[in-house]
């Protein structure tokens, strides 16, 4: 069964710091991996996703993230906050012929002056 | 321009009542699903179709029902049965295995 977890339900910085997101997965066979990110009373929109082919993955609005299969982890990082990146994040995992996707609880992050 | 429409963005349903979320699609997608969303639990999956006039139970499918008689369109009735329906109700779409899925706005539903 494959299951994601999001490391720290709140998560705050200073504008024009580091954003680091943290998401593990687990999954018994090679996965495939997104970040959402969803503002107050949206749908989700797709940042990024990995499958299988570039081990770092670039997304919008400055956001990447790089997928390390011995550490099972998918973690989001931006070099520098904005105020416009406040908003909950969310990571996601599927697998090849499955087509549903296992979402992780969110992570809210606050970005402050 | 495509996407998934939800309507209404907020429902208000008296306890006892049967009410339907609309979810339409104009992105020719084969498969449609529907999220219930409550704080600090991420996603919960109620049902989801990968054809037409086909669909199955998600991980939370009790007091919930679909149909998906047309690609398009993938309505969510919430019945009387779920005692606890207050919530925010995403729909989304995906064109294929392992594909991302695109959202709708989401139905905010109250109980009053």
């Known amino acids: 069964a494959q299951s994601v977890t999001q490391l720290g339900s709140h998560v705050s910085v200073s504008e024009g710091a580091l954003v680091l997101l943290r998401c593990n997965y687990s999954s018994s066979v090679p996965p495939y991996l997104f970040w959402y990110v969803q503002y107050p009373n949206q749908g989700l929109q797709l940042l990024l996703k990995y499958t299988s082919a570039a081990t770092l993955v670039k997304g ?20 520098s906050a904005h105020m416009s990146d406040a908003a909950e994040y969310f990571c996601a ?8 996707l296992i979402f992780g ?7 402050h002056p | ?10 429902l208000f349903r008296k306890e006892g009542q049967n009410v339907t979320l ?10 449609m699903y529907w ?5 600090g639990q991420g996603l919960r999956l109620i049902y989801y179709s990968q054809i037409v006039n086909d669909f199955q139970k998600g991980d939370i499918a009790e007091g919930y029902s679909v149909s998906r008689e047309k690609k398009e369109s993938f309505p969510l009735t919430v019945t009387s049965a779920q005692k606890n329906p207050t919530a925010f109700y995403l729909c989304a779409s995906t064109s294929g295995t392992n594909t991302e899925a695109f959202f709708g706005q989401g139905t905010r539903l109250t109980v009053v």
């Not at chain 1, 995992?93 to 549903?100: A, E, F, I, L, P």
């Open chain 1, 60 to 79: 919008i609005n400055g956001f990447e993230a790089e997928f390390k299969k011995s550490e099972t982890s998918f973690h989001l990082t931006k070099p």
């Open chain 1, 93 to 100: 995992v599927s697998t090849r012929g499955y087509n549903k």
């Open chain 1, 105 to 111: 609880a969110g992570t809210r992050l606050a970005v």
């Open chain 2, 1 to 10: 321009d495509g996407g998934i429409t939800q309507s209404p963005k907020y």
């Open chain 2, 22 to 31: 609309s979810c339409e699609q104009n992105l020719n997608h084969d498969a």
């Open chain 2, 35 to 39: 999220y219930r969303q409550d704080p």
